[in-house]
Nanobody, 117 residues
Framework: QVQLVESGGGLVQAGGSLRLSCAAS????????MGWYRQAPGKQRELVAT???????NYAISVTGRFTISRDNAKNTVLLQMNSLKPEDTAVYYC???????????WGKGTLVTVSS
């Protein structure tokens, strides 16, 4: 059973930084994509950034240049460094894993990021 556990959310002032971490436990395929999505109140969940096990990245336009995703394949962890945070980045951030050739989809429980103006 794969589980994802996020940490690192919190309250920060606009312009500040936070780093989110997600650790995956269980048996994972060597081919997978880990990443982050977010959901603000009253809005749909949206992609923030993803990174494949091969190192390919994908970012939402709104975070490009401010957020950086990285991962440690040996430890099955993915990090999201968030800089120059804006109030509109306020949301619950969810870790996501798309695993193996069948693309099994897993979600963490989410961590709240609040950016005050």
């Amino acid at each position: 059973q794969v589980q994802l556990v996020e940490s690192g959310g919190g309250l920060v002032q606009a312009g500040g930084s936070l780093r989110l971490s997600c650790a995956a436990s269980g048996i994972l395929s060597s081919l997978n994509t880990m990443g982050w999505y977010r959901q603000a109140p009253g809005k749909q969940r949206e992609l923030v950034a993803t990174m494949s096990s091969g190192g390919s990245t994908n970012y939402a336009i709104s975070v490009t240049g401010r957020f950086t995703i990285s991962r440690d394949n040996a430890k099955n962890t993915v990090l999201l460094q968030m800089n120059s945070l804006k109030p509109e980045d306020t949301a619950v951030y969810y870790c996501n894993l798309k695993d193996g050739p069948l693309v099994r989809n897993y979600w963490g429980k989410g961590t709240l990021v609040t950016v005050s103006s």
